[in-house]
């Protein structure tokens, strides 16, 4: 074809997540980059109508010009966002000036109307349909969006209620949002053998970790107390502890590390007890928590 190996991989990856799934649903093709603002307005928009239309067997993939550049430049992309409709591997609608709800459902509705597309189902295909909002919502939570993601977790849940990834990241988007009671009430009306699963059971460990989130001024005379008292591994705990409920993980890392350097063996390692809790609450595929580990291997074995 006259690819190189680069191109030949990005064309492996776009038939991949657009071509195929378009052979029986209508993918919403969205070209975007992170530098992009309009494009960050139309996301959420874009998220809600796919999630909305699920079950007509709609469902939304995203593609980065910036990593893209050669799949956007096939598609002549010349500006972002641009969005197309695209069936049975072809686009069969320029989706761009539908920027508005109600604009991108009423031309949905009459794509829907004219082709064979298949609707969500329950099982195998109704897991596919789910998977690219799950990834989305993990990406938008690791970015610190906790409210944005609430609201993916929250459709996707509608959709799949049994999903009980699906229900973990509702959780933690709630608990990064700071609706702890409202995730403590959550949690405790799971039945048993779901609150046992691995995803519900991080979501847990992050409850734990948020519930005594200090309000400004005790984080600052914990923060004060631990600069004050370096060798004082009481207040360095506190104000550890404070900082990752109150949102300061990268402090809060930063002082277990610490701890973990000068006195492993305190209270039979609970800085480094305390650190691999936060890394199962943050998530161990989290990039910050591989650099944390990193750090974490570095002070124990050199």
């Not at 239309?53 to 980065?64: E, F, P, Q, S, T």
């Not at 550049?69 to 992309?77: G, H, K, L, T």
């Not at 072809?90 to 597309?117: H, N």
């Not at 650099?291 to 974490?296: D, Y």
Request: proline letters at 5%.
């Amino acid at each position: 074809m006259g690819l190189n190996i680069d191109e030949q991989k990005a064309v492996e990856r776009f038939r991949d997540n657009i071509v195929e799934p378009s052979k029986t649903k209508l993918v919403i093709l969205d070209f975007w980059a992170e530098w992009c603002g309009p494009c960050k307005a139309l996301t959420p928009i874009l998220e809600k109508v796919a999630a909305d239309y699920a079950d007509k067997g709609v469902i939304l993939a995203k593609v980065n010009v910036d990593e893209e550049q050669f799949i956007a430049s096939q598609f002549q992309v010349r500006s972002i966002p641009t969005v197309y409709a695209m069936f049975q591997g072809q686009p069969v609608a320029d989706l761009t000036q539908a920027r508005t709800e109600s604009q991108l459902k009423q031309v949905l509705d009459q794509l829907l109307s004219q082709l064979p597309v298949e609707a969500g189902a329950p099982g195998e295909d109704a897991a596919q349909d789910v998977a690219p909002l799950l990834a989305m919502g993990e990406e938008v939570l690791s970015g610190g969006d906790a409210e944005r993601a609430l609201g993916i977790f929250a459709q996707i849940v509608q959709m799949a209620p049994d999903n009980v990834e699906a229900q973990a990241g509702l959780l933690r988007a709630m608990i990064e949002a700071g609706h702890v009671e409202d995730a403590e009430t959550a949690i405790a009306s799971l039945p048993e053998d779901v609150r046992k699963d691995l995803a519900i059971e991080r979501a847990v460990a992050a409850l734990e970790l948020a519930k005594n989130k200090p309000d400004d001024s005790e984080l600052e005379n914990l923060r004060k107390a631990a600069a004050e008292r370096p060798a004082d591994m009481d207040a360095q705990m506190a104000f550890a502890e404070a900082a990752f409920a109150a949102g300061s993980r990268d402090e809060a890392a930063e002082t277990l590390l610490s701890m973990v350097r000068t006195e492993p063996e305190w209270q039979d390692g609970a800085a480094k007890a305390k650190l691999l809790q936060i890394f199962e609450a943050v998530g161990l595929e989290d990039p910050w928590v591989g650099a944390q580990r990193r750090k974490l291997s570095l002070i124990l074995f050199g």
